[in-house]
């Protein structure tokens, strides 16, 4: 019986570390790909919000959603493109 037990709890450990040293290892190199990308990344010209003149949208609404845009990511992100749905 007590052979029985300690071998679950080293099945157990082996298992549990197993799974923890590959979780940090999917963790740490997705980490590391974005940070290569985000340095790697070739700065595209911005748009300004005069070329965002779509067809049957008000200019108040295009420069709401671009300034929400800004704020959600904290300047990273733009608005290219905007499409009725």
Do not use: C, W, Y
Request: glycine content about 6%; aromatic content about 4%; cysteine-free.
């Amino acid at each position: 019986m007590e052979d029985t037990v300690s071998n679950a709890l080293l099945l157990l450990l082996v298992g549990m570390s197993t799974v923890f040293t590959i979780l940090f290892l999917v963790v740490s190199g997705g980490n590391l790909l974005i940070n290569l990308i985000n340095k790697v990344q070739v700065a595209s010209p911005e748009v300004p919000f005069s070329k965002l003149k779509s067809d049957n949208i008000d200019p108040t609404k295009i420069a709401i959603i671009a300034a929400t845009v800004e704020a959600i990511t904290h300047g990273k992100g733009r608005v290219d493109k905007i499409e009725k749905l």
